[in-house]
């Protein structure tokens, strides 16, 4: 189950991304306050696992990764601006770098160890 891992990883991603933001903000990150900046992103992820069939190729950095992150800041904007949140253009830059950096990031680094991996030369 090589889904599992990496909607683990890309949950980490998403929470990351909020409590970073919150504090770096000097807000409260009580549980509450957590889950009322986090469940627009949270949502779009789960949505952008969907739409792109993330669990097929979990790892694919550019055909999952590119996917789940766009759709991840896309919808996460329009669902935290229907809500009330804030979507100030470098809110949205910042968002938009940090979920590439970490939705995609962490998929080029894995497929570039696996690739090593499996071409490494045997033992002699």
Known sequence: ???????VV???VVLLF??????????ANTLLDVVV???PFAASLTLG??????????????RTGLGV???TVAAGMALRALSGGGIAVSFIAVTS???AAGLIGWRAAATLVLSRRTT???PR
Request: no cysteine; charged share 15%.
């Open 18 to 27: 909020v409590l970073i933001g919150r504090s770096s903000h000097g807000e």
């Open 10 to 12: 890309d949950a980490a």
């Open 1 to 7: 189950m090589r889904s599992l891992p990496a909607a």
């Open 49 to 62: 696992w969907l739409v792109t069939r993330a669990w097929r190729l979990p790892i694919a950095p550019l």
């Open 69 to 71: 992150w766009a759709i």
């Open 37 to 39: 900046t986090l469940w």
């Open 120 to 122: 490494a030369p045997s």
């Open 97 to 99: 770098l940090f979920l």
